[in-house]
């Protein structure tokens, strides 16, 4: 019965390569959404733009404040805020289309481009922070 074994190949090959594809889309979705939504003011580079736009490669405040940052790419952020030593006091604008799973894939492509290096972070924190 080759046929049938070609068949069960085929569904485990498919079972174990999911996640890889799975988790490839998401990080493509993350770095579109980016660009779609924040690189007009952070850049392609994540770099920011001197007092005027705050760093998000190697941003000490995205690694430490990772639930500020959910509610802010949903909601706004204003105030001041001192990222990596340097005191910003801009607004910016929320994106109430975002659902839970684009902010997911947007976070977790900042935390892993340009060399930072924070971790991941889930659907379920995300959704907790939102609720905050
Ligand atoms: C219109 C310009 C603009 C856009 C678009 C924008 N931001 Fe921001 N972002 C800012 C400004 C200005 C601040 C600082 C706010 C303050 O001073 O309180 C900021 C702060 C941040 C911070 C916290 C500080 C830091 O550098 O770590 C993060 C993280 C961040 N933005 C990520 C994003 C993400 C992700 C998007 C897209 C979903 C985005 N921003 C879209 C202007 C923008």
Do not use: I, T, V
């Given at each position: 019965m080759p046929m049938r074994s070609l068949l069960y190949l085929a569904i485990i090959c498919t079972l174990i390569a999911l996640p890889f594809a799975c988790g490839k889309t998401d990080h493509l979705q993350g770095r579109n959404l980016y660009l779609q939504h924040?690189?007009?003011?952070?850049?392609e580079t994540g770099e920011?733009?001197?007092?005027?736009m705050p760093p998000l490669a190697g941003s000490d405040y995205l690694e430490k404040n990772p639930g500020m940052v959910v509610r802010g790419i949903r909601k706004g952020m204003s105030g001041e805020m001192v990222v990596n030593g340097v005191t910003f006091n801009h607004e910016m604008p929320g994106?109430?289309?975002?659902s839970e799973f684009q902010i997911v894939n947007i976070m977790n492509y900042i935390n892993q481009?340009?060399?930072?290096?924070?971790g991941k972070i889930t659907v379920e924190e995300t959704r907790r922070w939102l609720e905050e």
């Open positions: 924040c690189a007009s003011c952070h850049f920011g733009l001197r007092q005027l994106n109430k289309e975002l481009a340009w060399g930072n290096d924070f």
